[in-house]
C-alpha cells in the first residue's frame, strides 16, 4: 500500500519548503545553523501541519546525521534506551509531541543531550514554557512555527497537482481556483489536512482518467475524513460558535450538548477549556468575576487529567458561565482603550507617574508631584492618562 499523499508529498529540501520563512528563509538563524552542520538540540512549537517533522527530516538530510523519530504519545524510557543503546555516529532523536512525557521520561533525555550522544530535536504544539522541563529547555534552543497562510496552502496544492512522480501520478487534474481557495480556507492552515482532503477527493473519482476536484468533491472530502473537529474544519468552527452563543444565552442544556459534541468527536479539552477562560471574561466578566476563577481551575483539571475524566470539570464551568449574568463590560471597554491606544502611541507618560531611579531622572522632574495614595484618607484628585486623553472614560459609571 502506498504513503499517504502527505508523507509522499514531504518537502525533501528548502526549495520545496513553503512558509516560515521568518526562521528558515535565506539568511535566517535556523536556516544558518542547518547549513553550516551547527545544530544544538532543538524545540519546535507550533500548530499541526505547519513543518515541524518536515524540518527534523530535512535538518537530518542536510547533516547526514542517523535520524530516529519516537511519537511520545506511543513511547516511553524503554523505548530511549533502545535507540541509545543502538546509536552509531551522530545520532538526530526526533521526538514527536514531546509535551506528552512527563518529568521522569524528559529527565532520561538530558544526560544525553548534555554529552552530545543525541542531538534531540522536540515538537509540540503546547508552550514549551510549562510543558518542557526546565533543564531540557535550558539546553534547547526554541524555534516558533506558525500557522501557514493561505498562499502558503495553494502552493502545496499547485506543486502536489504539478507533481506526477510524487502525487497523482499521470491522471489529468483539473482543479478551478475557487476549490483550491476553499481548501486552503477550510485548512486553517495545516498543510497535512489540505493534502487528505485532497487524496480523499481523488479516490473518490477512483477509475477515472480526467479528475475535477470542485468545490462540491472538497466538501465532501472534508467530510469524510471527519475533519470536523481534530482538524480544524469548518464545521469545528460551526460548534464552537454554538457553545459560546449558547452559554452567552444562559442555556445550561445547549452549552452541554454543544460542549459533549465537541468532546466525544475528539475535540481538544484544552482547547475548549481556552475558549471558555475567554468567554469567562469577554461575556461575564465583571458581572460575576468567579466565573474567570471556574473557567481556569477547569483548563488546568483538563491538563492534570485530560479526557474522558476532565469531561465533568469542564462541564462545570460550561453550566456555570451560562447560569451566570452577563456582561460584555469589559470586552467593549478595551476594544475602546485599545483604539485610543493605537491612535495615541506617541504620547508620553505623564512625568508625575513615571519612576524616578536616577538623580538625573529626578533633576528632570520624574515622580515630581505624584501623590502616594496610601498617604491619604480621601481620595487623591491626581490624572493619570496623558494631557490629551484627560477625563476618558472606558467603563460605565457602574464601575
Known amino acids: 500500500m502506498s504513503a499517504p499523499l502527505a508523507d509522499r508529498m514531504r518537502p525533501r529540501d528548502f526549495d520545496e519548503f513553503f512558509g516560515q520563512e521568518d526562521i528558515v528563509g535565506q539568511g535566517k538563524l535556523l536556516r544558518r545553523l542547518i547549513e ?146 476553499l481548501l486552503a480556507e477550510l485548512s486553517e492552515g495545516d498543510a497535512r489536512v489540505a493534502l487528505n482532503a485532497l487524496e480523499l477527493a481523488v479516490k473518490g473519482q477512483k477509475g477515472k482518467k480526467q479528475i475535477l476536484l470542485d468545490t462540491a468533491g472538497v466538501k ?83 491538563h492534570f487529567l485530560g479526557m474522558p475524566e476532565c469531561a465533568v470539570h469542564l462541564a462545570q464551568a460550561v453550566v456555570y458561565c451560562a447560569k451566570s449574568k452577563k456582561s460584555n463590560l469589559l470586552y467593549t471597554a478595551y476594544d475602546k482603550a485599545a483604539e485610543d491606544a493605537k491612535n495615541t502611541s506617541h504620547l508620553g507618560v505623564p512625568l508625575h507617574i513615571r519612576n524616578a531611579p536616577t538623580k538625573l531622572m529626578k533633576e528632570l522632574g520624574y515622580g515630581k508631584g505624584y501623590q502616594y495614595n496610601p498617604d491619604y484618607d480621601q481620595p487623591v484628585q491626581q490624572e493619570y492618562f496623558p494631557e490629551e486623553l484627560k477625563g476618558r472614560k472606558y467603563l460605565s459609571p457602574l464601575l
Not at 542536510?62 to 551522530?90: M, N, Y
Not at 454554538?242 to 452559554?247: D, F, G, I, P, Y
Request: hydrophobic share 45%; net charge negative.
Open 220 to 302: 465532501e472530502a472534508l467530510q469524510k475524513a471527519h475533519l470536523v473537529f481534530d482538524k480544524r474544519g469548518e464545521e469545528f468552527y460551526n460548534v464552537i460558535s454554538a457553545l459560546h452563543k449558547s452559554m452567552r444565552g444562559s442555556d445550561p442544556d445547549a452549552s452541554l450538548y454543544w460542549l459533549a459534541r465537541m468532546l466525544e468527536s475528539g475535540c481538544d479539552p484544552l482547547y475548549v477549556a481556552r475558549r471558555v477562560v475567554r468567554f469567562a471574561s469577554e461575556d461575564v466578566g465583571m458581572a460575576n468575576s468567579e466565573a474567570l476563577v471556574q473557567a481556569v481551575a477547569a483548563y488546568h483539571a483538563c
Open 36 to 181: 553550516n552542520d551547527e545544530l544544538s538540540s532543538l524545540i519546535f512549537w507550533g500548530p499541526p501541519g505547519v513543518g515541524k517533522t518536515t524540518l527534523a527530516h530535512i535538518i537530518a538530510e542536510k547533516t547526514g546525521a542517523r535520524f530516529v523519530e519516537l511519537s511520545a504519545v506511543a513511547s516511553g524510557k524503554a523505548d530511549l534506551q533502545k535507540i541509545l543503546g543502538d546509536a552509531e555516529g551522530r545520532t538526530i532523536l526526533f521526538i514527536d509531541e514531546i509535551h506528552r512525557w512527563n518529568k521522569a521520561q524528559q529527565d532520561a533525555l538530558l544526560p544525553h543531550v548534555e554529552k552530545g550522544k543525541i542531538t534531540l530535536i522536540g515538537a509540540t504544539t503546547e508552550n514549551p514554557s510549562f510543558e518542557i522541563i526546565g533543564a531540557l529547555l535550558s539546553r534547547s534552543r526554541v524555534f516558533v512555527l506558525k500557522r501557514l497562510s493561505f498562499q502558503d496552502i495553494i502552493r502545496i496544492i499547485d506543486r502536489t497537482l504539478a507533481d506526477q512522480e510524487r502525487g497523482f501520478g499521470i491522471l489529468e487534474m483539473n482543479m478551478p481556483d475557487d476549490a483550491k481557495q
